[in-house]
């Protein structure tokens, strides 16, 4: 496996402060901000501060701290939407786009939280 860190990316910008975000939640080792073209009443992306391209490269290269970390903050941005189903929300989904099938725009991992209304299902073709 072998990926290259593009730190010119939009958010690699968001997390030096060089351009603004909506922000959710920051915690030691995560960023959560809304989408800027939200596709859902709530579309939050939540991005790993460390510089990993895509969900693979964090999972295999992230330390433990920041792959607990990265999940709890998803975690917490599901409670702080109220859209987790095991606390009577209506439940969400997440995608991380990864690499050219996925359409993956941004070259900085960032999962989507969707929510707020039905999403449908997943994919309409094989
Ligand atoms: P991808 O297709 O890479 O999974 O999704 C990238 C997402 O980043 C898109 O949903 C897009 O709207 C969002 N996005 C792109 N530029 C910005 C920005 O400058 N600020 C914020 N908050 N979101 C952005």
Do not use: W
């Not at 402060?17 to 901000?33: K, N, R, Y």
């Not at 895509?54 to 941005?77: K, N, Q, S």
């Amino acid at each position: 496996m072998s990926y290259t860190y593009d730190d010119q990316n939009i958010f690699a910008k968001i997390l030096r402060g060089e351009i603004p975000c909506s922000q959710v939640l920051e915690t030691e080792h995560s960023l959560a901000f809304n989408d800027i073209s939200e596709q859902a009443p709530h579309h939050v992306l939540v991005i790993p501060k460390g510089p990993y391209v895509c969900y693979d490269h964090f999972a295999t290269a992230a330390t433990d701290a920041e792959v607990v970390d990265f999940t709890r903050a998803i975690g917490a941005v599901c409670k702080a939407l109220g859209v987790e189903p095991g606390a009577g929300g209506s439940g969400y989904r997440l995608i991380a786009n990864s690499g050219a099938h996925a359409v993956q725009e941004v070259p900085h991992l960032h999962v989507h939280i969707l929510g707020g209304r039905p999403l449908g299902r997943m994919l309409k073709q094989v």
